[in-house]
């Protein structure tokens, strides 16, 4: 077993496990099934949105100005559909809005179940070189089970605590009276806001930490002595206790090298992505002017739910695209992380670097002139 390598001397030996696994040789399976990987476990990046509020609808001030009043008009439609509904209104659907939360939220537990199991499948294939979906999922799925109980428990606590950190001062500024009078306790909520957001970067910093950690070190230890979450804690932390500087040193090393990571590959994915919108623009426009001059009616609801389906496929194939191209840092990142661990914990490190197979004693050469020849049968 190799000596116990830093957090900056990990990386060119990580660099070299990911050359070795993706490039020599190259494996297109191989690189298709980390795209999948890379997907569940939403290590390939993720989508966010933002919102606004609705301009002032109230133009219509005594002119009689066409374009002011349809602008009006449908911005007064647009804010009815997003207005909240009476209680009248929703009443008849009270049903099927909880069977509607009921399988988001089903559908929400799946994944991040799935998520779960395929943390082990990436480990087994990056420690094994080969990444095989269906056996691992029925090799990991119980160690997958276990570990997602530590997810979610985990995912609730940090929600309420974050909760109740940005929640109780809130609170008591709230009975303190300081937002009824915001002029004259200006300085108070100034301050006390700056205070505030500095302690939820502080918390939000701290829990990052910990599921960074969590699905480094627990998954491996989880992984190989095949034991629940609490069991695992309380192995890896026995471990970080022997080299507590070499540890806070991973956890900066990892940082910088996402943060650098990040950059890269959002630079190649927007790459990837602008080139692949063209040939998809073209189709959309071909499949338009083919509709339009068969007279298809865009009104139509089939032919609605129709485009809605061919774009929900377009976006998935973007989203594996996306995949596959991370996949030479999805393995990087779990080399890096097994590079530095391996040698620190044991059932680990003889999987990585199994020790090479004892030295057979050369043979006796034959001196010149001398033959091997049977031996003589004895006398009976």
Not at 303 to 319: D, H, I, K, N
Not at 352 to 369: H, L, Q
Request: charged share 10%; net charge neutral.
């Amino acid at each position: 077993m190799p000596n116990r390598a830093s957090a900056v001397e990990s990386i060119s030996p990580a660099f070299a496990r990911t050359k070795q696994l993706l490039f020599r040789p190259f494996h297109f399976g191989f690189w298709a099934r980390l795209a999948v990987v890379a997907l569940v476990t939403g290590e390939a990046g993720g989508l966010g949105g933002g919102g606004g509020s609705l301009p002032n609808l109230n133009t219509n001030r005594g002119g009689d100005n066409h374009w002011a009043n349809y602008c009006s008009y449908r911005w007064a439609g647009a804010a009815h559909l997003v207005s909240i509904p009476r209680w009248e209104e929703i009443q008849p659907y009270t049903g099927w809005i909880v069977v509607g939360v009921a399988l988001v939220l089903a559908l929400l537990l799946l994944w991040i179940y799935s998520d779960c199991v395929y943390r082990f499948i990436l480990l087994d294939a990056v420690v094994g070189g080969q990444c095989r979906l269906r056996e691992g999922w029925r090799r990991w799925r119980e160690a997958g089970r276990r570990y997602l109980f530590w997810v979610v428990a985990f995912g609730f606590a940090a929600f309420v605590l974050v909760g109740v950190v940005a929640g109780v001062p809130a609170l008591l500024a709230y009975r303190a009276g300081w937002f009824q009078n915001p002029d004259q306790n200006l300085g108070v909520l100034i301050g006390g806001g700056i205070l505030l957001v500095l302690v939820m970067i502080l918390l939000v910093a701290v829990l990052a930490i910990i599921d960074m950690l969590g699905r480094d070190f627990l998954v491996p230890v989880m992984a190989f002595e095949e034991v629940g979450a609490m069991d695992g804690w309380r192995t890896v932390l026995a471990i970080m206790a022997e080299e507590k500087l070499a540890y806070a040193g991973y956890v900066l090393m990892k940082i910088v090298l996402a943060m650098g990571g990040a950059i890269i590959f959002t630079f190649l994915n927007l790459i990837v992505v602008l080139i692949l919108l063209i040939p998809l623009g073209l189709l959309g426009g071909i499949g338009f002017l083919i509709g339009r001059s068969a007279g298809v009616s865009w009104d139509n609801a089939s032919v609605v739910l129709l485009l809605a389906a061919f774009a929900l496929l377009a976006l998935a194939g973007l989203l594996y695209v996306v995949g596959f191209v991370y996949a030479p840092g999805l393995v990087f990142f779990q080399s890096y992380t097994l590079e530095f661990f391996a040698p620190r914990y044991g059932p680990l490190g003889s999987k990585m670097f199994p020790p090479s197979p004892p030295m057979t004693p050369p043979t006796p050469a034959i001196p010149p002139g001398e033959l091997l020849l049977p031996p003589e049968p004895s006398p009976t």
